[in-house]
Every structure is written in structure tokens, then in C-alpha cells.
């Protein structure tokens, strides 16, 4: 069983240029799993066959699926536990497939102290090449008086 961290960032822990990275390899196992909870079964990452004839040549993961690693980084890392997913907008530029290993990166490059909003650039890198690239934003706790 995994532990979970209950203790976040407050929003006076924070500061511009902060970041945190979280690594995954994509498998069947991983694409089957996300497909069953998404209820996405498009062919081009469920069917080897169908997938050799688009214009990847074989079967993708899910853009989600690489896209949920910042979920996690910003849920349990930075900011982590207590701060609120508000907000997300990025770009797929490329996808990742089976046996890459995905690298995904949040850090901070604004915050704004009488809201607690907090912007946050993300990113996925296959091999160092991105394949999202966009930004986040969370509402982050004051730290209790």
C-alpha cells in the first residue's frame, strides 16, 4: 500500500522557481487500466493492429494518462495536500507509447498572496522532449493563524 502524505504546502512555503517531478513508464497494463476508468477505448491504444495503420505507426497512451502525473505532483508534491486543482490548459505535442518512461514537471511561477491562487508551468518529457507542455492553477491554504 502506498502512504499518502497528508502535509502540504501553505501558501508562505512557496516561492517562484520551485518545482517537482514525477516519473512513470507507460505499460499495457497502465494504458488497459486507464482506458477501463476513462471509458476511453479508442483503437489507437487498444488495438496493436489498428494503431500500425495511423500516423504513429503503433499504439499510444492515452494523453490523460501522461497528463495525470501533474495531477499527482501537484495533489501530493507541490503544492500537495490541501490545494485545490482550479485549473489546467495544455498542449499535446507528441505521444507517449509503451516501455517510454514519462517525465512530468510542475513548478511555480506566480502567486498571489491575497487570493492563495497559484499559477503553475507543467510539463511531460519523453527522453527530454516534451510532449505536453502548459500551465496549472491551484488555490494553496494560508498558513493558520
Do not use: W
Not at 497512451?61 to 497528463?67: C, E, M, Q, R, T
Not at 505532483?73 to 505521444?95: C, H, Q, S, V, W
Amino acid at each position: 500500500m502506498t502512504e499518502i502524505n497528508t502535509k502540504g504546502h501553505y501558501l508562505e512555503d512557496l516561492s517562484v522557481g520551485m518545482f517537482s517531478e514525477k516519473k512513470m513508464v507507460v505499460s499495457d497494463e497502465k494504458i488497459t487500466t486507464f482506458a477501463e476508468l476513462s471509458g476511453d477505448y479508442n483503437p489507437v491504444h487498444m488495438d496493436a493492429e489498428y494503431a500500425a495503420t495511423t500516423m504513429f505507426g503503433r499504439r499510444i497512451a492515452h494523453g490523460a494518462l501522461s497528463a495525470s502525473l501533474i495531477s499527482a505532483i501537484l495533489g501530493n508534491d507541490l503544492p500537495g495536500p490541501g490545494a485545490i486543482f482550479t485549473e489546467l490548459n495544455m498542449r499535446f505535442r507528441k505521444p507517449a507509447f509503451i516501455d517510454d518512461e514519462i517525465t512530468a514537471r510542475a513548478e511555480v511561477v506566480e502567486i498571489n498572496e491575497k487570493t492563495g491562487r497559484v499559477k503553475m508551468k507543467v510539463a511531460c518529457f519523453v527522453d527530454g522532449k516534451a510532449i505536453i507542455r502548459g500551465e496549472a492553477g491551484v488555490v494553496v491554504m494560508k498558513r493558520p493563524q
